[in-house]
DNA sequence: CTTATCTATTTAGACAGTCTAAATATTAAG
DNA sequence: CTTAATATTTAGACTGTCTAAATAGATAAG
């Protein structure tokens, strides 16, 4: 089973998170991680350590809003916190979209992947 | 002019290296920072203080085999290392150019730059 | 001869975003 | 009451970038 390291997610965790907001509407975070994996089908070992900082800084950037979930439906568990995407995480993850074609076109070019 | 920042490079820019090792043949340090800058365009902004790591990882690893240049021709300026892709870092550059195209699929489809 | 310049390598230290791992919290189920 | 399931938080390690400068040798310029 071929897994994305670390090293390779760097600077394109966040993306990712807005991505999935975009697709697939707003989330708590840990059903965030749960589309990440599904969607990547195995490769992405993805971990809480990384993912909630990542929340956090997308937060800070104003590029998703965060609210706790009321308690009206009693579920298990503790309280969760609802992520959505802004319009200005919206403009992010367009301008993202972008430079990952760049960067996949640079590196993939040099590897010779692509040519 | 789109830039590719050092959290994006990293994890790929020891497979970048062999890559021009193997395509361009042998070269010593500053070359490889030139013959990479070159293939990136200009998005590239790697730094001497990235490459000559980087270079050492993969010499102790064994996929380059360094060696100090001769001063049989005159020239001005230091003595150089000649870098040299052996079997084992071809092998791995083979490996990671499969990472790469994994990687490529798996991020660009949730961020939907292929699909 | 002295100084400047070009080429190349080395290295110290900062920084940031992963990861590992565990602590904490809440509620349902048994 | 205990256990299991769900979810968030956080401390600390690790690593590979970057910034920035030190070191160095050889030739060119004056």
């Known amino acids: 089973m071929p897994s994305i390291t670390g090293d390779s997610l760097r600077g394109h965790l966040e993306t990712l998170i807005l991505s999935v907001l975009k697709r697939s509407g707003e989330a708590h975070g840990f059903e965030i991680l749960k589309r990440l994996e599904s969607a990547g089908s195995g490769a992405l070992n993805l971990k809480e350590g990384s993912l ?36 200005k995480g919206a403009r992010r993850l367009e301008a993202a979209r972008n430079e990952f074609q760049n960067f996949v076109t640079i590196v993939g070019g040099i590897l010779g992947t692509t040519a």
Chains 1, 2 share one sequence.
Do not use: F, H, M
């Not at 997308?58 to 992520?83: C, D, F, H, M």
């Open 52 to 87: 909630y900082p990542a929340l956090y800084r997308l937060e800070r950037a104003g590029q998703v809003k965060a609210e706790w979930e009321s308690n009206s439906t009693p579920r298990r568990g503790p309280r969760r916190r609802i992520y959505r995407l802004t319009p």
